[in-house]
């Protein structure tokens, strides 16, 4: 039968499963993916820090705000952190991860310890 064409009315119904695959776009290894699982960590608490909202000083004051940025190409997680809040000028308070840093595992706790603190500092329902 044709792609568009209809099923005979005495024709009977198709039984049976039909399955999709899809490319298998999952590059890493399992090593790999136990880091990027913890690197999406970090990011999920800059969110938690920062909200979703747009935020200027002027609107959150003296609220933390936190900067991440994924350097690809270094392998490296870029954060600042402006524990008073963000204004021009300001000396944030750096920290890195590097992925590829025997290190790495010690970096994502300083940084996940870090953001504790600072969500800890914040909460107001206590």
């Given at each position: 039968m044709a792609n568009k064409e209809k099923r005979p009315a005495e024709m009977e119904t198709p039984t049976g499963t039909c399955?999709?695959?899809?490319p298998d776009y999952n590059m890493f290894s399992e090593e790999e993916q136990e880091k990027a699982a913890k690197i999406m960590e970090?990011?999920?608490?800059?969110?938690c820090v920062n909200g979703l909202k747009k935020r200027s000083r002027k609107e959150t004051g003296d609220l933390p705000?936190?900067?991440?940025g994924l350097r690809g190409h270094i392998s490296f997680l870029d954060i600042d952190v402006h524990v008073?809040?963000?204004?021009e000028g300001d000396k944030p308070e750096k920290i890195g991860v590097?992925?590829?840093?025997?290190?790495?595992d010690e970096q994502v706790?300083?940084?996940?310890?870090r953001?504790?603190?600072?969500?800890?500092g914040m909460k107001h329902d206590e």
């Open positions: 399955t999709m695959t899809f970090l990011f999920w608490m800059a969110l705000t936190v900067f991440a008073n809040g963000w204004a590097h992925f590829g840093d025997q290190c790495f706790e300083y940084a996940k310890d953001f504790f603190e600072i969500l800890k």
